[in-house]
């Protein structure tokens, strides 16, 4: 038996009073954060410790974006939904949206490259393991 | 006499231990944090103390991106060069480029909105002061 | 009919990647946030949100410390139980003790002090209000 | 010929927008990564390089506290002086205070203890390396 392949992830937040700023609002690099705190959810969804793949792999970010379209506050809950959005040999390609009930708060990008562990040499991308490639799916186009 | 325009802004700056992380490296949301501080330097070096202006408006970020060449280490001294690349009416956009001696680090762009600053209420973008535009000049295009 | 005094909170968290750093393990900086953390959600318990309350006096830290025993490492669950130990007219006074499952952790203090909100101005305790005090009780002396 | 031994080390330092949070202040969480910083760059000062101590042995905390004194608000300039304060075998104790102006700000303790490098295992305190040692000393009790 197989379990199903996981392409998508909700994660429930609440902010925290050291993640926001002098504004009032949560710094924006924390959103960066976030995303990262529900890719890591979405690995434990699909069966994955990061930890234990860290072993052999790790996957260091090739580039990340984000459009910030209105502020976190202290205490706010809010949604963070992470899509897998594509493969290639070496990468893997996410998205995310955050919403704080219907008020849109944020959209990103996040594409990380597999890297084999060598301590002190420098970085260079593998292909990612199969036994990680069949635990996800790239998620269906959303109209999001 | 008037003082020249600013439109690029170095800064140099090391690696702290509590910036990086169990990958040995400095975590990617770090990137953006640097590229603020050199913003903010560079509004030291125009004449404008940020904390001043904040009294009437504020520049919320309306997005923030980043690609990652090659990590950071701790103790590792770089060069954060932070350049304003656009005015609209109401938004700056600056890139930013990273090195550590020839090594290039990261690239990175930033828009941030210019908002009127109202306790309580929703952000809205306002036009930018002519005394702060007056201080900037958009940097010229580069061969990076 | 009153609602129950609160003097302690248990809350269960894990470690987030961007918390460690290159030693692999938890940046001691955050066990001062995770206290706060517990804080906060001690006061939600209570009935109090830190929000409301902030409209009229805010709690600055007047003194924290940590005692470390074991580390945190990426992905750890642990605990996090946060005690009111004591009052006086203008000040709390918590311990808070972290443990990952039979493993002690570390154990901290927290010392807040209540300040009436005047910006600009600077920092003046005041008496903590009635509707405050009225929500908490110092926690009975543990063996622990 | 032997280098003095350095048994104190000041830096200077300006609040980053990213240190502060909602109450406009500094969050006390980053006073413990200042001293951290300060402590580094102490280090640096004897002419030891963390990173490569850090292929032997390294120094995670024992305990850590600050008294809070006056708020540090964005853009401040401020001072951070660390002294070490004693030496047991196996542990280093500093001192440190931090000032803005003739302004107290904060005023802390820090403890490490000498552990060496055994991935995978439990932390455990080993005799501080003669070459470390040999590069400090105790400071002078002083008024402060």
């Excluded at 219907?102 to 562990?117: D, H, K, R």
Aim: aromatic letters at 12%; proline letters at 5%; glycine letters at 4%.
């Amino acid at each position: 038996m197989t379990a199903a392949r996981i392409s998508e992830h909700r994660l429930h937040r609440r902010v925290q009073f050291h993640e926001t700023d002098a504004a009032g609002m949560v710094h924006f690099s924390w959103f960066y954060r976030y995303m990262e705190e529900a890719e890591h959810a979405l690995w434990r969804a699909a069966g994955l410790s990061v930890t234990q793949v860290a072993a052999e792999v790790f996957f260091p970010r090739v580039s990340a974006s984000f459009d910030f379209k209105n502020p976190l506050r202290f205490e706010d809950e809010f949604e963070i939904v992470i899509r897998i959005t594509g493969f290639s040999e070496r990468t893997i390609r996410y998205s995310c949206a955050m919403t704080r009930g219907e008020t849109p708060i944020a959209s990103g990008t996040l594409v990380a490259a597999c890297v084999s562990v060598r301590p002190g040499q420098s970085l260079k991308a593998v292909p990612i393991p199969q036994a990680i490639r069949d635990r996800f799916a790239v998620a269906p186009v959303s109209g999001e």
